[in-house]
């Protein structure tokens, strides 16, 4: 059997998680995909998504990213994103309401570059920290 993958997630604030992983997670532009140990080296396009670690000792690490990008090369899987956030560190009901806020924006015809952001921010929070409940 291969080894662990080494997985780190790194945001434009530094590193948000690492560690060894039996698999990876994430949905890419294409949709999603699962890495395991030995996949073929993998460069994609992220889109804003709940990316889940499964660690090497059975505990589901769930991520909020806002798009990005994922790299895999030799056991080893980079999630690089402008934003990331650990799903335990997320309060629901906050990211639901941030979520509210720029869909009211979106709706209303501000599409400028910030609102966007608002947006798959809060989406991928929420998305994680729903993920997060579920595996709870």
């Known amino acids: 059997m291969a080894g662990p993958l080494?997985?780190?997630?790194?945001s434009a604030t530094g590193i948000a998680w690492e560690g060894k992983a039996l698999s990876v997670i994430a949905?890419?532009?294409e949709g999603?995909?699962?890495i395991m140990a030995d996949h073929e080296p993998f460069l994609a396009g992220l889109v804003p998504c709940a990316a889940e670690v499964l660690t090497v000792d059975g505990m589901r690490e769930i991520v909020a990213l806002d798009g990005g990008l994922i790299s895999v090369a030799d056991n080893r899987v980079s999630l690089l994103s402008?934003?990331?956030?650990?799903?335990?560190?997320?309060?629901?009901?906050?990211?639901e309401h941030e979520l509210a806020a720029a869909e009211k924006r979106l709706n209303a015809g501000e599409t400028d570059e910030e609102t966007m952001q608002h947006f798959r921010r809060a989406q991928a929070q929420v998305k994680a920290a729903r993920l997060a409940r579920e595996h709870a």
């Open 27 to 29: 949905r890419t532009t």
């Open 82 to 95: 402008q934003f990331a956030r650990i799903a335990q560190e997320i309060d629901l009901d906050a990211a």
């Open 32 to 34: 999603d995909i699962g």
């Open 6 to 10: 080494t997985v780190e997630v790194v």
